[in-house]
């Protein structure tokens, strides 16, 4: 199904199943835990044996020798891999360092070896016997001391443009009457995520299966085929549950790749999950960022300049953080600048966390609009609304699809009590608590990506989906049941779904909140597809059939679906693919999150009391899993202001606190009452579904409303996050 002219009225509108907060259809077989994850699959892979990965114990040099003899000589050890005997591999296009390293090192604990054991503690045991010397080489590990070197990266189409320009930035800056000119920085993050990267691999002749946790089945089999040189059609990757990903698991990792070398040695099939410390310096990580923002307005308060630059750093060959990027779109204002600059570091490899670009970029810019509001003496909210903008503000001729940043900020306000906050920071006490509130601007874009589905109906009236869209807890499995259920007139018990297995049709997969909106528009396609088939089958013509309650009618027939699908059953496979009209829109969501914290005014503990985000985000398809998703964005975003900061080793090059004891993410006591309020909106542009993704969204801007919040309650702005008492200590108000 092509998508090229705004959506019509369809069979989604009917919200009979969509738009309602049903149950997760997963909720029982994970709450049992009958729902196996990658490293569980004991039943389809009995007999494996057990991989244990050694990460190299230097930054950055070389292997000089590896001695293996007393480890393959251990108990119970099949076989070790390594660089040398593992055969010619190639880089998957989506890693920066190779999986298997040797003898060249680049970044700490970059695989070395697998040890392939009987048990799990016979290949940890052996793995600590292999002997390895380095010769260390110099490294660059300190963003700050790599700024000055820094380049524009190369544009591509997830990063865009290093350099952009729109009328005279320069000039307008140094006019304007009021000015703000704030350099604000973020750290190195980890995703954190509860299940380990994992992987069981089998070989079958020369066909490989792996059992795997992975948010993008499509490009992860390109992956392993091109890093393996086998042919795509003999790779199989499966992974129906995932324990969270939120970017981590976007590619292949070591785990998936020393599975397969491992399996294939030890002739026999073989797991490998990494171990805490190997996923925060093994795998991927939000890169830190320095960014600086200047911004112009008229005494009134509009924007005539704004320029935002953003620096970060990455291995040789790697990706910038894209920070600035929303702030090409978010404010109106004629002459604006931002500047992308990646240094080269070699720290482990940055690559996407949830929201990347815009997570760390909201952190910086809506900060500043708050510093910016306050150097004017206008509220927050009056002085975002004051430059909202419908149209992209280096385009006008090209307008948003839809954007209700004012309405979302002005509901927030009203049901937050936003006009009990005192505009003098510092001023409200509730006992030894500083009480402040702060708002910030949510902003993400709506990306369209094709994705198909398989769909057959068979003669007990039940519909079963297959596609390798995966569902990472973020609720796919049931908003594409209901998507299946609406389409063909079904109750939601009449629909199967299978997920995340590479031998179904290709499917968007869970990256960058394009999920949702665009997995369900493939299964809305492939339902369509099946109803022609339906009707095909009866001699119904299908523009006169209608679907509902099991049965498809038309003119005085009505036969049930079960009977229509026949002892053969229908199927039909289709996708949705779209033209244009993301670049006639401009297509983003959008949302306000208010936030109160409390300051111990003493210990400068800092407590968040209470938060709230209002999302614009087009037709939400199940508003029960969608508020999960916000809520866990809002939590995430806590985190991102007050807690989460990988700390780095300048001199050896690593990230020191590799645990989750050290690496502070919020519990359940951190987290106070969240409310999340979605507007009644349905985006025609977006895709049949009129949906966007909130996955993202919710968290884009939390940490700076917290900030903001900060602020608002001490009267100290800190431009280093995370927000930790430390730096609130010294500056805090004299207790009378
Ligand atoms: Mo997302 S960082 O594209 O999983």
């Given at each position: 199904?092509?998508?090229?002219?705004?959506?019509?009225?369809?069979?989604?509108?009917?919200?009979?199943?969509?738009?309602?907060?049903?149950?997760?259809?997963?909720?029982?077989?994970k709450?049992?835990?009958?729902?196996?994850?990658?490293?569980?699959?004991?039943?389809?892979?009995?007999g494996?044996?057990?991989?244990?990965?050694i990460?190299?114990?230097?930054?950055?040099?070389?292997?000089?020798?590896?001695?293996?003899?007393?480890?393959?000589?251990?108990?119970?050890?099949?076989?070790?891999?390594?660089?040398?005997?593992?055969?010619?591999?190639?880089?998957?296009?989506?890693?920066?360092?190779?999986?298997?390293?040797?003898?060249?090192?680049?970044?700490?604990?970059?695989?070395?070896?697998?040890?392939?054991?009987?048990s799990?503690?016979?290949?940890?045991a052996?793995?600590?016997?292999?002997?390895?010397?380095?010769?260390?080489?110099?490294?660059?590990?300190?963003?700050?001391?790599?700024?000055a070197?820094?380049?524009?990266?190369?544009?591509?189409?997830?990063?865009?443009?290093?350099?952009?320009r729109?009328?005279?930035?320069?000039?307008?800056?140094?006019?304007?009457?009021?000015?703000?000119?704030?350099?604000?920085?973020?750290?190195?993050?980890?995703?954190?995520?509860?299940?380990?990267?994992?992987?069981?691999?089998?070989?079958?002749?020369?066909?490989?299966?792996?059992?795997?946790?992975?948010?993008?089945?499509?490009?992860?089999?390109?992956?392993?085929?091109?890093?393996?040189?086998?042919?795509?059609e003999?790779?199989?990757?499966?992974?129906?549950?995932?324990?969270?990903?939120f970017?981590?698991?976007?590619?292949?990792?070591?785990?998936?790749?020393?599975?397969?070398?491992?399996?294939?040695?030890?002739?026999?099939?073989?797991?490998?999950?990494l171990?805490?410390p190997?996923?925060?310096?093994?795998?991927t990580?939000?890169?830190?960022?320095?960014?600086?923002?200047?911004?112009?307005?008229?005494?009134?308060?509009?924007?005539?300049?704004?320029?935002?630059?953003?620096w970060?750093?990455?291995?040789?060959?790697?990706?910038?953080e894209?920070?600035?990027?929303?702030?090409?779109?978010?404010?109106?204002?004629?002459?604006?600048?931002?500047?992308?600059?990646?240094?080269?570091?070699?720290?482990?490899?940055?690559?996407?966390?949830?929201?990347?670009?815009?997570?760390?970029?909201?952190?910086?810019?809506?900060?500043a609009m708050?510093?910016?509001?306050?150097?004017?003496?206008l509220?927050?909210?009056?002085?975002?609304?004051?430059?909202?903008?419908?149209?992209?503000?280096?385009?006008?001729?090209?307008?948003?699809?839809?954007?209700?940043?004012?309405?979302?900020?002005?509901?927030?306000?009203?049901?937050?009590?936003?006009?009990?906050?005192?505009?003098?920071?510092?001023?409200?006490?509730?006992?030894?608590?500083?009480?402040?509130?702060?708002?910030?601007?949510?902003?993400?874009?709506?990306?369209?990506t094709?994705?198909?589905?398989?769909?057959?109906?068979?003669?007990?009236?039940?519909?079963?989906?297959?596609?390798?869209?995966?569902?990472?807890?973020?609720?796919?499995?049931?908003?594409?049941?209901?998507?299946?259920?609406?389409?063909?007139?079904?109750?939601?018990?009449?629909?199967?779904?299978?997920?995340?297995?590479?031998?179904?049709?290709?499917?968007?997969?869970s990256?960058?909140?394009?999920?949702?909106?665009?997995?369900?528009?493939?299964?809305?396609?492939?339902?369509?597809?099946?109803?022609?088939?339906?009707?095909?089958?009866?001699?119904?013509?299908?523009?006169?059939?209608?679907?509902?309650?099991?049965?498809?009618?038309?003119?005085?027939?009505?036969?049930?679906?079960?009977?229509?699908?026949?002892?053969?059953?229908?199927s039909?496979?289709?996708?949705?693919?779209?033209?244009?009209?993301d670049k006639?829109?401009?297509?983003?969501?959008?949302?306000?999150?208010?936030?109160?914290?409390?300051?111990?005014?003493?210990?400068?503990?800092?407590?968040?009391?209470?938060?709230?985000?209002v999302?614009?985000?087009?037709?939400?398809?199940?508003?029960?899993?969608?508020?999960?998703?916000?809520?866990g964005?809002?939590?995430?975003?806590?985190?991102?202001?007050?807690?989460?900061?990988?700390?780095?080793?300048?001199?050896?090059?690593?990230?020191?606190?590799?645990?989750?004891?050290?690496?502070?993410?919020?519990?359940?006591?951190?987290?106070?009452?969240?409310?999340?309020v979605?507007?009644?909106?349905?985006?025609?542009?977006?895709?049949?579904?009129?949906?966007?993704?909130?996955?993202?969204?919710?968290?884009?801007?939390?940490?700076?409303?917290?900030?903001?919040a900060?602020?608002?309650?001490?009267?100290?702005?800190?431009?280093?996050?995370?927000?930790?008492?430390?730096?609130?200590?010294?500056?805090?108000p004299?207790?009378?």
């Amino acid at each position: 199904m092509k998508f090229d002219t705004p959506a019509t009225t369809n069979a989604i509108d009917q919200l009979k199943v969509i738009g309602r907060p049903t149950d997760r259809i997963d909720g029982p077989v994970k709450t049992t835990g009958s729902a196996r994850y990658a490293y569980e699959r004991h039943a389809e892979v009995p007999g494996a044996a057990y991989g244990y990965v050694i990460g190299a114990g230097i930054a950055k040099g070389r292997i000089a020798s590896m001695d293996l003899r007393a480890a393959q000589a251990a108990p119970g050890v099949l076989a070790i891999v390594t660089a040398r005997n593992a055969g010619k591999l190639a880089k998957g296009d989506f890693n920066t360092a190779k999986l298997l390293a040797g003898p060249e090192i680049d970044h700490y604990h970059q695989a070395v070896a697998v040890v392939v054991a009987q048990s799990f503690e016979q290949a940890r045991a052996a793995a600590q016997l292999v002997r390895i010397e380095y010769t260390r080489a110099a490294g660059r590990f300190d963003l700050a001391a790599e700024m000055a070197s820094a380049k524009p990266p190369k544009a591509s189409a997830f990063s865009g443009e290093p350099d952009t320009r729109v009328g005279d930035f320069a000039g307008a800056f140094a006019a304007a009457p009021v000015q703000l000119d704030v350099t604000y920085s973020t750290p190195d993050e980890s995703h954190a995520m509860m299940e380990p990267h994992a992987s069981i691999a089998q070989w079958q002749g020369d066909r490989l299966t792996i059992w795997t946790a992975n948010q993008m089945i499509a490009w992860g089999v390109g992956d392993v085929a091109k890093t393996l040189g086998i042919p795509k059609e003999n790779v199989r990757l499966v992974s129906p549950f995932i324990g969270g990903g939120f970017g981590g698991k976007l590619f292949v990792r070591a785990d998936a790749l020393l599975a397969a070398l491992g399996a294939r040695a030890a002739r026999r099939p073989v797991k490998v999950a990494l171990t805490r410390p190997l996923m925060i310096n093994n795998t991927t990580h939000r890169p830190a960022t320095v960014q600086r923002i200047r911004i112009g307005a008229a005494r009134d308060g509009r924007i005539t300049a704004i320029a935002h630059e953003g620096w970060s750093g990455d291995l040789e060959g790697g990706q910038p953080e894209t920070a600035v990027n929303q702030t090409r779109l978010l404010y109106a204002g004629a002459n604006r600048l931002t500047a992308t600059r990646l240094a080269v570091l070699d720290l482990p490899e940055g690559n996407a966390m949830r929201a990347p670009g815009e997570a760390p970029g909201l952190m910086a810019l809506e900060v500043a609009m708050d510093e910016m509001a306050e150097k004017l003496a206008l509220d927050p909210i009056a002085f975002r609304v004051l430059n909202d903008t419908q149209v992209d503000p280096e385009k006008p001729e090209r307008p948003y699809s839809q954007r209700s940043l004012i309405e979302c900020l002005r509901t927030g306000a009203e049901r937050f009590g936003w006009n009990r906050r005192n505009a003098s920071p510092g001023q409200q006490r509730d006992g030894r608590w500083l009480v402040g509130m702060g708002v910030a601007a949510a902003f993400r874009n709506n990306l369209l990506t094709k994705s198909a589905a398989r769909v057959r109906l068979d003669n007990r009236g039940v519909v079963t989906v297959e596609t390798d869209m995966t569902d990472i807890g973020t609720g796919s499995y049931t908003i594409i049941a209901q998507t299946a259920a609406e389409t063909m007139g079904l109750p939601l018990d009449k629909v199967q779904v299978r997920l995340g297995d590479s031998a179904y049709p290709a499917s968007a997969g869970s990256g960058g909140q394009w999920g949702a909106n665009n997995s369900t528009s493939g299964v809305f396609a492939a339902c369509m597809k099946l109803r022609e088939a339906v009707a095909g089958k009866l001699g119904f013509a299908v523009a006169d059939a209608s679907f509902a309650d099991g049965m498809v009618r038309a003119g005085e027939r009505a036969v049930p679906l079960a009977e229509a699908a026949g002892a053969e059953g229908l199927s039909a496979e289709d996708g949705i693919e779209y033209g244009d009209l993301d670049k006639k829109y401009q297509q983003s969501t959008f949302g306000a999150h208010f936030v109160e914290v409390g300051v111990d005014a003493v210990t400068g503990e800092i407590r968040v009391r209470r938060m709230l985000a209002v999302c614009a985000a087009g037709r939400i398809l199940n508003p029960k899993a969608a508020r999960s998703q916000v809520i866990g964005a809002m939590t995430m975003g806590v985190g991102g202001a007050l807690m989460e900061e990988l700390a780095v080793d300048k001199r050896h090059g690593f990230f020191v606190n590799h645990d989750l004891a050290g690496y502070e993410v919020p519990v359940h006591a951190d987290i106070p009452h969240q409310d999340v309020v979605f507007l009644d909106e349905t985006d025609p542009i977006s895709s049949p579904m009129k949906a966007k993704g909130v996955g993202e969204l919710g968290m884009c801007g939390v940490a700076a409303a917290v900030a903001n919040a900060v602020y608002n309650a001490t009267g100290i702005r800190v431009r280093s996050y995370p927000i930790t008492l430390d730096k609130l200590l010294d500056r805090l108000p004299p207790v009378a």
